[in-house]
Each structure stands twice: as structure tokens, then as C-alpha cells.
């Protein structure tokens, strides 16, 4: 079991920056792929890629829309994973969620359904 606890959401205006973090309990952190997914209002049913990031920090992923403007990392010795986010866009607005994806068997990086173990997400909000 890997308990995941996001914080550093909240509101800020089209062009700020907010980082989120991410800390994780209960197992041997560098076991697992972590990402960040995202759910937009009126998306509930959609859980979207955003970023993720290899056990030991070394490959990186982003989704189109985040990419140049988004920079996942990990520290594993604290047992945390960040997405600094800049220039941030109405169109970011979204309920951000951690993810856990055990890296014992093929990873998936962008697909929702192989992780293995969520946060409870952190609001982020843009206000143009």
C-alpha cells in the first residue's frame, strides 16, 4: 500500500506559477513511476495525462499542452514528487492528482489505468 498526499493547489492568475507536491508513505519510494494526471470541471469522467516521471528521476514525459511550460521531479530520499508549473493557463484549471505505478512489469507511462495508487487531488485554479 502507498498512501499519496498532494498539496500546493490553489488560485492563481493566467501567467503565475504554482508547484505542487507530492509525498508518499508506506513503501520504498524509487519501487515506483510517478505522475501527475489532471481532471477538469465538467470532465469528471476524465482523468488526463500531465506529466510523469521515471523511479530514478532520469526520464521524463509530458503531455502536449504542459510541455516547455510544466517540469515534473523527484527527490527520492525525501520520498517526494514535484510539478512546477509556469505560465499557467485557464485552460490548467483542473483538479491535479498523483499517481503511483508500480515498475515491476511494462510501465505505461500516460495511461490512468496502470496506476496502481492516487492522492486525493489538489485544486488548481487559473482565473483570467
Known amino acids: 500500500q502507498v498512501h499519496l498526499v498532494e498539496s500546493g493547489g490553489g488560485l492563481v492568475q493566467v501567467g503565475g506559477s504554482l508547484r505542487l507536491s507530492c509525498a508518499a508513505s508506506?513503501?520504498?519510494?524509487?519501487?515506483?513511476?510517478m505522475g501527475w494526471f489532471r481532471q477538469a470541471p465538467g470532465k469528471e469522467h476524465e482523468r488526463e495525462f500531465v506529466?510523469?516521471?521515471?523511479?530514478?528521476?532520469?526520464?521524463?514525459y509530458y503531455a502536449d499542452s504542459v510541455k516547455g511550460r510544466f517540469t515534473i521531479s523527484r527527490d527520492n530520499a525525501k520520498n517526494m514528487v514535484y510539478l512546477q508549473m509556469s505560465r499557467l493557463e485557464p485552460e490548467d484549471t483542473a483538479v491535479y492528482y498523483c499517481?503511483?505505478?508500480?515498475?515491476?512489469?511494462?510501465?505505461?507511462?500516460?495511461?490512468?489505468?496502470?496506476?496502481?495508487?492516487w492522492g486525493q487531488g489538489t485544486q488548481v485554479t487559473v482565473s483570467s
Open positions: 499517481g503511483a505505478q508500480r515498475a515491476t512489469r511494462p510501465i505505461y507511462y500516460r495511461d490512468y489505468g496502470p496506476y496502481d495508487w
Open positions: 506529466s510523469a516521471i521515471s523511479q530514478l528521476g532520469d526520464s521524463t
Open positions: 508506506g513503501r520504498p519510494f524509487s519501487d515506483y513511476v
